[in-house]
């Protein structure tokens, strides 16, 4: 299948800075990718989806301004998690849509927030 | 609302066991996929059913669907010890948009 990959595959944070995860699709192009984040032991959540050239649309609930997407090519798409604290470490995962029936999940980004 | 639930929460069985789990879902869906993910690590995709399929079928693997019922399951035959990990279902209800189920814990006893 395709490849998704995440970048970076762990960080750590202090309280109130922003944090950076890149999802790429490394050989097909992806014109939507979706975010997701895990808390431990629990189910994956769907945050927003984000379509190249256009804004990200987001889940009830999650708060725009907090989780920033960016999905400026077709192979990529950024989420920003700004002024992050501790109840924002979370795994997030991404993941990217090759065709109708095809969707590639990305090996996850662990975020810890001090 | 999520879209799957699994039962059981968690399965414990011995080695060489045969592991059964269950994902119900509540509307129609395009297809359904199972994953596995070990503690701490990414999603491993295992199969895709699509909702004109019935069974399919990978190495040790067997999932079948049930869209009259709204149910998938999934069975591990001969399990290792390196099988052990979460199990998820995600259902796709025609939206391309991914709904994961509760997960299941399998623990498999060397």
């Known amino acids: 299948g395709a490849v998704v990959s995440q970048h970076p595959s762990w960080v750590i944070c202090k309280s109130g800075t922003s944090v950076k995860i890149e999802c790429r699709s490394l050989?097909?192009?992806?014109?939507?990718m979706f975010w997701y984040r895990q808390f431990p032991k629990q189910s994956l959540m769907l945050m927003a989806t984000?379509?190249?050239?256009?804004?990200?649309?987001?889940e009830q609930g999650v708060e725009k301004d907090k989780f920033l997407i960016n999905h400026a090519s077709l192979t990529l798409s950024t989420l920003t998690v700004t002024s992050a604290h501790p109840e924002d470490s979370s795994f997030y995962i991404c993941s990217a849509r090759e065709s109708v029936n095809e969707q590639f999940f990305g090996p996850g980004t662990r975020l810890t927030v001090l | 609302s999520q879209q799957g639930e699994e039962d059981p929460q968690a399965l414990s069985i011995q080695e060489g066991e045969n592991a059964t789990m269950n994902c119900s879902y509540k509307?129609?869906?395009?297809?359904l996929q199972w994953y596995r993910q070990n503690s701490g690590r990414g999603l491993v995709h295992l199969i895709l059913?699509?909702?004109?399929?019935r069974e399919k079928h990978s190495g040790r693997l067997r999932v079948t669907l049930d869209t009259s019922k709204k149910s998938s399951s999934l069975l591990i035959t001969a399990s290792r010890a390196a099988d052990t990990a979460s199990y998820f279902c995600?259902?796709?209800?025609?939206?391309?948009?991914?709904?994961f189920g509760t997960g299941t814990r399998l623990k498999v006893l060397a």
């Open positions: 984000s379509n190249e050239g256009s804004k990200a649309t987001y």
């Open positions: 509307t129609s869906i395009n297809n």
């Open positions: 059913i699509r909702s004109n399929e």
């Open positions: 995600a259902t796709d209800p025609w939206t391309y948009k991914y709904i």
């Open positions: 050989d097909f192009q992806a014109t939507t």
